[in-house]
């Protein structure tokens, strides 16, 4: 059964770090293409950085270049966020979704999410 | 900056169709653009609905459809109920490995 699991959201204080994690099973991240998707509370989707299934090209948000990374470790089968320079703005709920099969361009599986505060 | 548009609020009643559509602050949307819709219930994940312009997810009832309507990507619900009353959104491939999310349309069934 396909599933992803969120984790390492909290409060944080502004210019500050957080590492996010995407626990998978039912499937190889190495085999998918991965994405971070947040909603700012009662705020709408925004689509925050994506990795290819072969780990060649990373791509992000406008709104997070420069300050987020996407990674993955294949041994682990886990996706990873890495925030650097958190700002208020980036304060949402962190979702973790697989992509759909090659050439389909969307997010297939959602994780529950992890909530991210940033705040001093 | 592509802004995707979709309606804020859509009421249908019970049992009625009711047509959602997501489009472009500028030029038209296409199946180049592979769009993809989504549900969310208050507290809960997006689900997925539609994807490839007009492909159902797995286990997504068929009264949820999904086309091209002019120059816009549209979702149909035909024999709306109640479960239905929900956050619409959807999500439009730009290319160059980036996606922009509409602003979502809240759904009222009554």
Same mark, same amino acid.
């Given at each position: 059964q396909v599933q992803v699991v969120e984790s390492g959201g909290g409060v944080v204080q502004p /210019? +500050?770090?957080?590492?996010? #994690?995407? *626990? *998978?099973? +039912?499937?190889?991240?190495?085999? &998918?293409?991965?994405?971070?998707?947040?909603?700012?509370? +009662?705020? /709408?989707?925004?689509?925050? *950085?994506?990795?290819?299934? @072969? %780990?060649?090209?990373?791509?992000?948000?406008?709104?997070?270049?420069?300050?987020?990374?996407? #990674?993955? @470790?294949? #041994?682990?089968?886990?996706?990873?966020?890495?925030?650097?320079?958190?700002?208020?703005?980036?304060? *949402?709920?962190?979702?973790?979704?697989? /992509? %759909?099969?090659? %050439?389909?361009?969307?997010?297939? &599986?959602? /994780?529950? +999410?992890?909530?991210?505060?940033?705040? #001093? | 900056q592509t802004v995707v548009t979709q309606e804020p609020s859509f009421s249908v009643s019970p049992g009625g169709t009711v047509t959602l559509t997501c489009g472009l602050s500028s030029g038209s949307v296409s199946t180049s653009f592979y769009p993809s819709w989504y549900h969310q219930t208050p507290g809960q994940a997006p689900r997925t609905l539609i994807y490839s312009t007009n492909t159902r997810s797995s286990g997504v009832p068929d009264r949820f459809s999904g086309s091209i309507l002019g120059n816009k990507a549209a979702l149909t619900i035909t024999g709306a109920q109640a479960e239905d009353e929900s956050d619409y959104y959807c999500v439009l491939h730009m290319g160059s490995g980036i996606w922009v999310f509409g602003g979502g349309t809240k759904l009222t069934v009554l």
């Open positions: /210019g +500050g770090s957080l590492r996010l #994690s995407c *626990a *998978a099973s +039912g499937f190889s991240v190495s085999s &998918y293409a991965m994405h971070w998707v947040r909603q700012a509370p +009662g705020k /709408g989707l925004e689509w925050v *950085a994506f990795i290819r299934s @072969d %780990g060649s090209n990373k791509y992000y948000a406008d709104s997070v270049k420069g300050r987020f990374t996407i #990674s993955r @470790d294949n #041994s682990k089968n886990t996706l990873y966020l890495q925030m650097n320079g958190l700002r208020a703005e980036d304060t *949402a709920m962190y979702y973790c979704a697989k /992509g %759909g099969e090659r %050439g389909t361009y969307y997010f297939h &599986y959602w /994780g529950q +999410g992890t909530l991210v505060t940033v705040s #001093s | -």
